[in-house]
């Protein structure tokens, strides 16, 4: 298949039938869109023309596509504001991951190469989970309290799920792909937290100001006590502080590795300013992400004194940041954080807890896909559960997949620490060890978040997570001291 479409766009360079028709079809369907939707379908078609061959390099080389993918879905939300055009991006990185995972299985099936298949391991523990937990949601379908067309809806996230950790399973296959990967979404989120603390210290941009202020519903969720929260490049406030918090405790833990000045340097910086831009996102579970994950990166290294140096030294810091006198909105939200009985969206998350437990109790596997909060309302009116909402990850699995689907969610999670935990121990390269320790405090850390926050996977952290999923059993692999 590779070597096919080498030598139709690159050797003959589409002078050829392949080419003809390719080429024809776009003139029609080019035509079709502007005429019937002006700018949009212009957008849409610039898209197509320049997003083209990057999909078919993209089925040549998957790891150039699923890093490309991880940078494409961290700037489409600003894109779409920045046009004021809502251009749906997101099935275009479904696409796009369907063609991948598409060349990927005509490979396994017609290539000749006897190492075809040395890239995958499909029954190592996590990918058991990832199968028993993708089997369970399809199973759903059979749900007689869900509906058709929740489960349709739902069947995208899903599957994106599966096709993303099996071609992230083909992106790593040396330490060099794994530095590349690591350096890649820190990176990123650098940008990221430049472009919130530009938004904090000069102001929103017009377009930023004019998406912000389109419904009631949105100024209220982003304008809170008399400020704006931010949200840099992503969709909202709540996902730029998890990424944020995400993106900093790896960089703070890597600045503590084996690596030279010039990149340790890097991942400290890039931690920091990260953590600064956390603070302007308003996002008071991205802030006790980081003592979570400080709590578990000190007790994989107990023994070790620097770790003991290092936990030190981050309660000094927060004792002062709590009880310091400092008055900025951002440090007072950051305080109310570790105050949740205070809280009075807490203290009204609790309540609707109580108050949906009898549906709880008599729906085991739950109440169906897309059934519950805003969604439900769109894809299943009607359901008891429509417009209920959730405001945890916990809770929605809990209400649409029922404790069954619960207990396999957090079976899933379990499995990847634990498959994480005992790689990190058996392990000899100092640079493995490090990555290890990174990935286990930033995931425990973002899994606990799912208490309060409905959904930790959106782009672009999900298509790391699905990295990171495969990396906690494969890094051990690539121990070069350890296979001596």
Excluded at 308 to 335: C, D, E, N, Q, T
Excluded at 426 to 441: H, L, T, V
Aim: net charge positive; proline share 4%.
């Amino acid at each position: 298949m590779k070597e096919w479409l080498f030598e139709k766009i690159i050797d003959e360079k589409l002078n050829n039938l392949f080419g003809l028709v390719t080429l024809l079809l776009l003139s029609v369907v080019s035509a079709v869109l502007i005429a019937f939707w002006g700018m949009k379908g212009g957008a849409m078609i610039l898209s197509v023309v320049i997003g083209a061959p990057i999909a078919i390099y993209t089925i040549i080389n998957n790891q150039f596509g699923y890093l490309l993918l991880i940078v494409f879905s961290t700037f489409m939300g600003f894109i779409s504001r920045a046009l004021s055009v809502n251009i749906p991006f997101g099935v275009g990185i479904d696409l796009i991951l369907v063609l991948m995972f598409s060349g990927i299985i005509l490979e396994q099936i017609f290539s000749n190469k006897e190492d075809k298949g040395k890239d995958f391991s499909l029954t190592n523990p996590i990918s058991v989970m990832i199968f028993v937990w993708t089997a369970y949601l399809l199973l759903q379908v059979f749900n007689p309290a869900g509906t058709p067309a929740g489960w349709m809806f739902g069947l995208r996230n899903i599957l994106r799920v599966f096709v993303a950790f099996i071609i992230a399973q083909r992106v790593f296959k040396d330490l060099k792909s794994v530095d590349t990967f690591v350096s890649l979404f820190i990176g990123i989120g650098l940008v990221v937290a430049l472009y919130g603390i530009y938004q904090e210290f000069v102001g929103l941009p017009a377009f930023d100001l004019k998406w912000a202020t389109a419904t009631e519903e949105r100024i209220n969720l982003l304008f809170i006590q008399g400020k704006w929260r931010k949200w840099s490049f992503l969709s909202d406030p709540a996902i730029f502080g998890l990424f944020m918090a995400f993106g900093s405790i790896i960089g703070f833990i890597l600045s503590l590795g084996p690596f030279s000045w010039k990149k340790r340097s890097f991942f400290f910086a890039s931690g920091f300013l990260m953590l600064l831009a956390m603070f302007f996102s308003g996002t008071r579970t991205a802030y006790v992400m980081l003592p979570l994950a400080v709590v578990i990166y000190v007790l994989i290294n107990i023994t070790k004194v620097k770790t003991l140096i290092f936990a030190i030294l981050s309660v000094m810091l927060f004792l002062v940041v709590y009880f310091g006198p400092f008055y900025a909105k951002p440090i007072v939200r950051f305080r109310s954080a570790f105050n949740p009985t205070e809280d009075a969206s807490m203290n009204l998350r609790d309540f609707n807890r109580q108050r949906i437990q009898p549906y709880i109790h008599s729906h085991p596997i739950g109440g169906g896909l897309t059934t519950s909060g805003v969604y439900g309302e769109r894809f299943s009116p009607g359901h008891p559960l429509a417009g209920f909402p959730p405001d945890s990850g916990f809770m929605k699995v809990l209400l649409e997949t029922g404790w069954v689907g619960l207990l396999l969610m957090l079976a899933l999670y379990s499995t990847v620490l634990a498959v994480g935990i005992s790689n990190y121990y058996k392990c000899e390269d100092p640079i493995i060890k490090s990555y290890y320790a990174a990935f286990i405090a930033s995931f425990f850390a973002l899994s606990i978040a799912l208490y309060a926050k409905e959904n930790i996977e959106q782009f672009p952290q999900n298509l790391i997570l699905y990295g990171i999923f495969v990396l906690m059993y494969k890094m051990q692999k690539f121990d070069v001291k350890k296979l001596a």
